[in-house]
């Protein structure tokens, strides 16, 4: 099985976020692993644009909207359908959503972005490198994130 297809089967069930206890894991996973629900091993996978081929993984993102083009390409790549939501959507059993920052400098380069998840009643974070956290207030920690710019909140379905 290829990788591609190995991470499409794994995206597609309610994930195991337990598994990010294990070291391998845990150091080679990241916010946009945990935003998929996919636990692989592999860190190069986990940068918006590289499941589906189309941004080389030392080429820097160029916009806000690029990244977002990217995000849903992977997720057409893995199956998975994706659409702008809302906090207060209603999900159903395989639904769950993401919320978005991009960290952009004052230079307007893009620096980074960032993945929340929210699935049964939680929303979580998680860094490379670091344990799974559980997001307190979406609301009140989201204005935490300065500079980075909330880009929204969209909802996949398996």
Known sequence: M???AALTKQVHTKPLFQTYEETDVRENTNCYSHALGATLPI???YRVGAICGKKPINQKYFSMEEIKELMFLDCDTLNLKIQESSIEEKL???EYKIALFIKVWGSGIIGDY???RYENGIWT???RGRHMNTIENFE???L???PWNFQGIFKIQR
């Open 140 to 142: 009140r920690d989201k």
């Open 114 to 116: 960032h993945f929340w």
């Open 144 to 146: 935490t994130y300065f």
């Open 43 to 45: 860190l190069q996978l």
């Open 2 to 4: 290829n990788i591609t």
């Open 92 to 94: 159903k059993d395989n």
């Open 125 to 127: 974070e998680k860094w």
